[in-house]
Each structure stands twice: as structure tokens, then as C-alpha cells.
């Protein structure tokens, strides 16, 4: 393309952004009129802006989430890899509960997650505590997928089998340890 077409091209382009001598309001599309959940609405019959499901309408997560998948060697390593990202910064890396931000955490620390009541928690109470939090955790449906929730559910079983020898078990270990909580 010549640098003259180009140019022409431009021009055109700027001028379709104008509407007479006034440029197009883009802020009316962010301010768009809209209804509040529980305002009444000229748009339905019934006189709502707020709608039920549709009969027989199933939440997307509740039908997913119900059956475990099979636990596989891939599972494990994905939930290990979401454990690391999501999970080890507050439980540390091995699951002792000794990591910088549970040492710097005022109050109630997070648990070792290799206690005897949490290594006999079911899975699925496991999986529903990823889900919705509890206390200072904090829901992580936002972030894991369901797959991912019962990959970390999976790696944990891992965990419950015996130590691990990796260096950030070890820093977890003598952290957990200064805080005055038992390893395994």
C-alpha cells in the first residue's frame, strides 16, 4: 500500500469517528440503562427484571462436579502444579502449613494439612472446602475449574502417603516446626 492510500485510509477512518463536529460518546456505552435485580421491569410479563431458570435447569457446576474423575498419574501432577500456584503460599509447599505468609499471618494460622482430621476429611468435604472457603480461605471456584478442584483433592491423597524429600518440604517442615506444630 503507497503511503498516499495509507494516508487516505487514515483520514477516512478519523472522520468516521465524528459525527458532524462532535465525536461519538463512547462513555453511553459503559452507562447503558439497565435494571437492578429486584426492580420492576415493563419487559416481562410478570413485571420483573430479575428471571427464575428456566424448568429443569441445572447449574452448570452442580452436574459437573458431582463424581469425582479417576484418579491418574496426570490428575495428580495437575492438582500438584494447582497446589504450588494456588495453595502452597498459605499450607506450604509440602502441605505442613509452614510458609512465609502463615508466618506472617496474625491470628489463626492455616492448618498442616497433614493432620490426622484433615488427612481423614472425605474427599468430597475437601473438594467443597476449595470450593466454598471456610474462615480466612478464601472460595477458589473462581480460579480452579472443577477438574482442577479434584485435581488438588487428588494430589492431596499424595500427600497423606508419606514425607516427601524436596527442598520446599524440608523449608516447610522447619517452619511448621517454629511455629510449634507437629510434621509427620
Request: with cysteine; hydrophobic share 40%; net charge positive.
Amino acid at each position: 500500500m503507497t503511503r498516499g492510500l495509507t494516508l487516505a485510509v487514515l483520514g477516512l477512518a478519523l472522520a468516521a469517528c465524528r459525527v458532524g463536529n462532535e465525536r461519538v460518546d463512547f462513555e453511553r456505552m459503559r452507562e447503558q440503562r439497565r435494571y437492578d435485580p429486584y426492580a420492576p421491569s415493563a419487559v416481562f410479563a410478570d413485571g420483573k427484571a430479575m428471571q427464575s431458570p428456566p424448568e429443569g435447569t441445572v447449574p452448570r457446576e452442580a452436574e459437573s462436579s458431582a463424581t469425582p474423575p479417576a484418579v491418574s498419574d496426570a490428575l495428580r501432577a495437575l492438582g500438584r502444579d494447582r497446589f504450588a500456584i494456588f495453595c502452597a503460599a498459605c499450607h506450604g509447599a509440602a502441605g505442613f502449613g509452614g510458609s512465609l505468609v502463615a508466618a506472617n499471618m496474625r491470628g489463626t494460622r492455616p492448618p498442616s494439612l497433614r493432620t490426622p482430621r484433615v488427612e481423614t476429611m472425605p474427599a468430597r468435604a475437601v473438594f467443597d472446602l476449595i470450593t466454598n472457603g471456610r474462615g480466612r480461605m478464601p472460595s477458589f471456584a473462581w480460579a480452579l475449574a472443577v477438574r482442577e478442584r479434584w485435581a488438588v483433592v487428588a494430589y492431596l491423597g499424595t500427600l497423606r502417603q508419606g514425607p516427601t524429600v524436596d527442598t520446599g518440604a524440608v523449608h516447610d517442615s522447619l517452619l511448621a516446626a517454629s511455629f510449634g506444630r507437629s510434621t509427620p
